[in-house]
């Protein structure tokens, strides 16, 4: 079945890098998705990677995807007290369906 | 761009009321909405599939009676919950599926949310 597994929390200083992390198991998967979650809000599309790619780098995000391990991981760098928030990763094998990991809940403190 | 509203943000009511819910999409059209229910501190879950001017696709468990989509034109789907209960209170989500510029997948693009509680 599929099943999408993330760390609960993370707490990182104001400049520090924060890496994130999201295991899958659904091989098939096409694309990968990290969500952004503010309180009380929806979800912000962060950035996105094809499973034929390892990496994209989007300014202070850099995704990684090792898909043999199936393990997805999203790098903020420069850690900014406006990126605390809950982080999703997704997984979907078209457009359609996304499953969604349980969320890493950010902390950044000064 | 890629705009996604929700109406009402926040509603409360009386336990076996109905409740309406609109998700719009603001500046594209989307053939394709989808409804998430939240629980607190969980993930989101897929509801069910709206597909404009055809019946919504439900995910397993999840009762069509219960939750009724309606996607009346390209750029609004609702979701009503009938004779609403307590246990219904939650975090609904709805998303739009955005046409992916040249060379990009489509995209689904989410709204703000509407939190249900029921009394």
């Known amino acids: 079945g599929e099943d999408v597994e993330q760390s609960l929390f993370l707490s990182v200083r104001e400049g520090d890098s924060s890496v994130i992390n999201c295991t899958y198991t659904?091989?098939?998967?096409?694309?990968l998705y990290w969500y952004k979650q503010e309180p009380g809000a929806g979800l912000q599309l962060l950035t996105y990677?094809?499973?034929?790619?390892d990496m994209k780098q989007d300014q202070r995000l850099t995704v990684l995807l090792n898909k043999k391990d199936k393990h997805l991981s999203l790098r903020i760098a420069d850690t900014q007290t406006g990126d605390s928030a809950i982080y999703f990763c997704?997984?979907?094998?078209?457009?359609?369906?996304?499953?969604f990991g349980t969320g890493t809940r950010l902390q950044v403190f000064p | 761009g890629a705009v996604v509203s929700q109406h009402p943000s926040r509603v409360i009511c009386k336990s076996g009321t109905s409740v309406k819910i609109e998700c719009r999409s603001l500046?594209?059209?989307?053939?394709?909405m989808f409804w998430y229910r939240q629980f607190p501190k969980k993930s989101l879950m897929l509801m069910a599939t709206?597909?404009?001017?055809?019946?919504?696709?439900?995910e397993q468990g999840v009762e069509k009676d219960k939750f009724l989509i309606n996607h009346a034109s390209l750029t609004l789907s609702t979701l009503t919950v009938t004779s609403a209960h307590p246990e219904d209170s939650s975090f609904y989500i709805c998303?739009?599926?955005?046409?992916?510029?040249?060379?990009?997948?489509?995209?689904?693009?989410f709204g703000p949310g509407t939190r249900l509680t029921v009394l």
């Open positions: 998303s739009a599926r955005s046409p992916g510029l040249a060379g990009l997948t489509d995209t689904q693009y």
């Open positions: 659904d091989s098939s998967s096409t694309y």
């Open positions: 990677i094809f499973s034929n790619m």
């Open positions: 997704a997984e979907s094998m078209d457009t359609d369906k996304l499953i």
């Open positions: 500046d594209f059209q989307a053939t394709t």
């Open positions: 709206s597909n404009e001017g055809s019946k919504a696709t439900y």
